[in-house]
């Protein structure tokens, strides 16, 4: 009976948002919106970082990081959607949605492990200032940016590998907009202690562990920021961190919010619109959170914008004139 009851699949189908059909022009037209300002946003902030030798620091080194990781964690979990809406076709292969899984899950853990990272880098910034260049040397910020990816890449192989080897008896619709582990884990047939255990397990080593670093980092942050006797100093320094500590807590809020509410108050419906929070909201405002409160990024946007340019040649004669002007009558 048990291997009757297995079943295997060639595709899924992704309901999507299927259940609001009064709403599939709006949902349609704001997931593309969200879409394109999120990958414009991020390649707009790559691009500045590479072009102007003011942002060649440690810090704007791990928000490119993040800019790219953010559209490729976009175009992963939104190509699906996008897709399913445009043409109503909500088929996705079984490989493909693997694959989805396992680049989501990579993502998700990377993501963490940057966060962390830069959580290490202002906490070296305020605390430890004198040293700062010192410490965060360009070798140092490569092996920390690197040892993001590869254990990001790495970490999800194992219960990416069980989740494909999984049989599918209670059907092929999943209930969201794209492969997410649960939502597959419920529709199985097979025995997920194993891969419960690796979650579990995993979970303990990417997401406590890098959040517990990442709060002891700001607690150190906060502390000698209290100690600094004017309030300019102390408005100096938090400024440094605020557009990190800013985005820290949109993602970790939005996670503990997903996957740790109580079992009794999810509902589908609730998880996709929550879903939508760190796989298209968050990372449509992180290039402006960090581009909005930074001084620097600000500048050098100016330096980019042809109508700065435009505006300062038009003002130049004018403003020679005024000058000859008064040179003249002194």
Known sequence: ?????????????????????????????????????????????????????????PMYFFLSNLSFLDICNTSVTLSTLL???????????????????????????????????????????????????????????????????????????????LTSQLSFCRGNEIDHFFCELTVLMKISCSDISNIEIILFSQGVFVSFIPFGLTLTSYIYIISNILKINSAKGRHKAFSTCSSHLTIVTLFYGTLIFVYLRPTSIHSPGQDKVFSLLYTALIPMLNPFIYSLRNEDVKRALLKCLPMNYSWSNYMNPFLYKRQHFTHRNN
Not at 15 to 44: A, D, K, R
Not at 140 to 159: E, N, T, Y
Request: aromatic share 14%; charged share 10%.
């Open 83 to 161: 897709h399913s809406l445009m043409t109503g076709d909500t088929r996705i292969y079984f490989s493909l949605c693997m694959a989805q899984l396992y680049f989501f899950l990579s993502f998700l853990g990377i993501e963490i492990f940057l966060l962390t990272a830069m959580a290490y880098d202002r906490y070296v910034a305020v605390c430890n200032p004198l040293r700062y260049v010192l410490i965060m040397n360009r070798r140092v910020c490569v092996l920390l940016a690197s040892a993001s990816w590869i254990l990001g890449f790495l970490d999800v192989i194992s219960h990416t590998c």
């Open 1 to 57: 009976m048990g291997k009757e009851n297995k079943t295997s699949v060639s595709e899924f189908i992704l309901l999507g948002f299927s259940e609001y059909p009064h709403l599939q022009l709006f949902i349609s037209v704001t997931i593309f919106l969200t879409f394109l300002i999120s990958v414009l946003g991020n390649l707009m902030f790559l691009m500045l970082v590479c072009a102007d030798p003011h942002l060649q620091k």
